[in-house]
């Protein structure tokens, strides 16, 4: 009796698990567009278990060529944990997303995104400085369930950082966390011409305060010296400080909790 009732246990995990595995990629597609306010899926096809999508749309920035591959042991626990990649139009993207079936909770970690700024400074709410060069995204941590972020965490890099085509920064990066409805980063530099360290905060309202302290790594350039004068207050010989503060417009769906 006991090998009977084992046996009807494990035919019925094989069985719900098979129906998960086979579920439509347009029933998730359909819970993914409910849940985030202004994203679009184009051309999705296959299934949970492995797919693709033509195209993903959100506040004006596209993704295409996205495709993913399911972790089956995480549908025992009710999540869809899906491998994703994307490329396109200088847009390169790799990572994990987790969707919560029942729960309709959507979580990103261990996830790279890299982009122009140039190219996508509209959509990121940067269009009125100028800046050039490329971002990499190395996030940690992101929970989104009703069009509210939570837990967000990582690092952000800016490769070739640059401000106006007349500023060279060299290789900057921001370490930032997310609580209670503000994120806060933690500002450096990784090499280049200018030694930086500063702090950012961010509202959900789009409220931004913004001081960093900004010198020339080799002290003699006086052409750099003079340039970072003129961008902020000289506090010593060979350093600047600059304090901003003001609102940028934020995409819909970054809301902070």
């Known amino acids: 009796m006991k090998s009977k009732i084992g046996y009807a246990v494990l035919f019925f995990g094989v069985f719900l698990l098979s129906l998960l595995v086979m579920t439509p990629a347009t029933y998730v597609a359909s819970i993914l567009e409910e849940e985030v306010d202004g994203l679009t899926l184009y051309g999705v096809e296959g299934t949970l278990w492995s797919g693709e999508m033509q195209a993903l749309e959100i506040e004006g920035v596209v993704l295409e060529n996205i495709e993913w591959s399911l972790s089956p042991l995480a549908l025992l626990f009710g999540n869809a944990q899906l491998h994703m990649t994307s490329s396109s139009d200088g847009l390169q993207g790799d990572g994990v997303v987790e969707i919560g079936l029942l729960s309709h909770e959507i979580t990103l970690y261990d996830t790279v995104v890299q982009l122009p700024v140039e190219k996508y400074a509209p959509q990121l709410g940067l269009a009125d400085f100028d800046l050039t060069g490329e971002l990499e995204l190395n996030l940690k941590q992101l929970r989104y369930q009703q069009g509210v972020i939570y837990d967000l965490s990582g690092l952000l890099v800016w490769h070739q950082a640059g401000i106006s085509g007349a500023l060279a920064l060299g290789v900057l990066q921001a370490e930032f966390t997310q609580q209670e409805g503000v994120l806060e980063a933690v500002l450096s530099d990784r090499e280049g011409p200018v030694k930086l360290d500063g702090e950012l905060s961010l509202q959900s309202s789009g409220h931004y305060q913004f001081k960093s302290r900004l010198g020339a790594r080799d002290e003699s ?37």
């Open 221 to 257: 350039d006086l052409g750099l010296k003079q340039t970072l004068r003129l961008i902020g207050r000289t506090i010593d010989e060979n350093r600047v400080e600059v304090k901003m503060s003001g609102s940028v417009v934020l995409p819909k769906w970054l809301v902070l909790g």
